[in-house]
């Protein structure tokens, strides 16, 4: 099994920037890809940014140029920094982990970002 923690979430101005981290624990070996999702009130979770093991990683059209996703292994950890925030980017962001052939994932359990406008 594969715990996280997320942390980094507060309040921010319109244009201000975040750093999400979600430090991953547990069977770590067995992680393939790892992403991050948001959720805005009333909205369906959508995948915002994930990342490989590899290395490769993806963006939604809607943050790219803007958020930039990573990871240290060394730390076990994934970060999302998100610059030029807008209110919009308001939500629950999560952590997730999980494998290749979708056989399981785990979530974290939130922390939220409101940008102001």
């Known amino acids: 099994q594969v715990q996280l923690v997320e942390s980094g979430g507060g309040l921010v101005q319109a244009g201000g920037s975040l750093r999400l981290s979600c430090k991953a624990s547990g069977s770590i070996f067995s992680i393939n890809i790892m992403g991050w999702y948001r959720q805005a009130p009333g909205k369906q979770r959508e995948l915002v940014a994930s990342?490989?093991?590899?290395?490769?990683?993806d963006y939604a059209d809607s943050v790219k140029g803007r958020f930039t996703i990573s990871r240290d292994n060394a730390k076990n950890t994934m970060y999302l920094q998100m610059n030029s925030l807008k209110p919009e980017d308001t939500a629950v962001y999560y952590c997730n982990a999980g494998n290749f052939a979708m056989t399981w994932d785990s979530w974290g359990q939130g922390t939220q970002v409101t940008v102001s406008s």
């Open positions: 990342i490989t093991s590899g290395g490769s990683t």
